[in-house]
């Protein structure tokens, strides 16, 4: 987990494992002004994807909010596995980021910025 304001992440370990499907992104989402909450330790699994195409991405970000406007959007590319959600991290997770993508939280967005 990230430190992040909104506090999704608060209360969670720093690292947990888990066994899922993951997927890779052609770039970061940093880059479009995502608050990266949790992130991937590529080494801890197999990162070939079709025909030997290395997925290594370096910052694997896994799930993350980003401002929209005023508006606020939270993504988990956690889940794929049915048993996830019954994983009590995880579902924690999903909790927090969904109550602050419905305005809950110390923070608020502002013209695509995430502020106190």
């Known amino acids: 987990m990230e430190e992040t304001q909104s506090g999704i992440g608060r209360g969670l370990p720093e690292k947990w494992v888990l066994n899922d499907e993951w997927y ?3 770039s970061s989402p940093r880059g479009a002004g995502a608050t990266v909450i ?21 910052d694997h970000p896994i799930a993350w909010t980003r401002c929209v406007g005023n508006g606020r959007s939270f993504y988990s590319a ?12 995880y579902a924690t997770l999903l909790e927090q980021g969904i109550a602050w993508a419905a305005g809950g939280g110390a923070t608020v967005c502002r013209n695509g910025a995430e502020t106190l």
């Open 24 to 26: 890779s992104f052609k």
């Open 38 to 58: 949790a992130t991937l330790d590529e080494s801890s699994y197999q990162l070939v994807g079709h025909g030997g195409q290395d997925l290594h991405m370096g």
């Open 78 to 89: 956690i889940g794929h596995r049915p048993e996830i959600y019954s994983e009590p991290t």
